[in-house]
């Protein structure tokens, strides 16, 4: 089963940026969805934005226009660019894989927190 290992996250003034990585243990070719969420204090998971292994993205409303979810096959990593953060953007962000036959696959987080 692959590994996912999230980094990347901080405290960042609101209107900053921070670029999240997702380094999994083996190839990331045939892994069919990457996806990232999030999950603040008290409320529920959300989808962030996600990546098909055919390079098609998918954003939450909340993020549209200002988060760039991409992959790099050849280093077997996934990002996500934040640009323009806000407040409400703080969370722990997860990594999220999904291959196989309902295979599902989590990293462990990494915190992301805004100041105003």
């Known amino acids: 089963q692959v590994q996912l290992v999230e980094s990347g996250g901080g405290l960042v003034q609101a209107g900053g940026s921070l670029r999240l990585s997702c380094a999994a243990s083996?190839?990331?070719?045939?892994?069919?969805?990457i996806g990232w969420y999030r999950q603040a204090p008290g409320k529920q998971r959300e989808l962030v934005a996600a990546?098909?292994?055919?390079?098609?993205?998918n954003y939450g409303d909340s993020v549209k226009g200002r988060f760039t979810i991409s992959r790099d096959n050849a280093e077997n990593t996934i990002y996500l660019q934040m640009n323009s953060l806000k407040p409400e953007d703080t969370a722990v962000y997860y990594c999220n894989a999904r291959y196989g036959v309902g295979i599902n696959t989590w990293g462990q987080g990494t915190q992301v927190t805004v100041s105003s």
């Open positions: 083996r190839s990331t070719r045939r892994i069919n969805f």
């Open positions: 990546i098909s292994s055919g390079g098609t993205t």
